[in-house]
């Protein structure tokens, strides 16, 4: 059985399958810290199930807005916008305490501020460099359990 585990204070994502660590990748949380307010753009902890996947065959560097590809962008283009891009997942919260993470939007991401990664940066998603985020989404189904903690 695979799941997922991001670790706050060392800014990684691990794919475990039992208690076999199959792989862990650099990612970026929240730049305001930890939470679970609307709005506070706080990286939600405790457990979830990835709800969601969407992209699966878009473009490396798609756009998303409101879930939906707008465009392409590409390693150089200049923006001081947080961008969703190459691929999401949509992750819901099992707790009460996180319960509203799937109405707020909180995804695991590709990004366009790829230098970044391993320091917190996001706006409370939990960003993946591009390549690493397409790896992810071809190793991991709907219903996959995650654990974020400090």
């Keep these: 059985m695979k799941r997922l585990s991001v670790s706050v204070g060392t800014q990684t994502l691990r794919l475990w399958e ?10 970026s949380t929240s730049k305001f810290g930890l939470g679970f307010v609307e709005g506070s753009l706080r990286t939600p902890v405790g457990h979830f199930t990835v709800k969601e996947k969407l992209g699966a065959e878009a473009t490396w560097g798609t756009v998303f807005k409101s879930r939906q590809p707008v465009g392409i962008w590409k390693t150089g ?30 995804y695991i991401h590709g990004t366009n501020d790829e ?3 391993g320091k917190r940066g996001s706006h409370g998603c939990i960003r993946l460099k591009n390549d690493d985020v397409i790896e992810l989404y071809d190793l991991v189904p709907e219903g996959t359990d995650l654990w974020i903690q400090e």
């Design 77 to 106: 283009d200049e923006t001081q916008d947080d961008l969703v891009l190459t691929r999401i997942f949509r992750l819901e919260g099992l707790e009460p305490r996180n319960a509203n993470t799937f109405s707020r939007y909180i």
């Design 18 to 27: 039992n208690q076999r660590l199959l792989k862990e990748w650099p990612c």
């Design 115 to 117: 230098r970044g990664i």
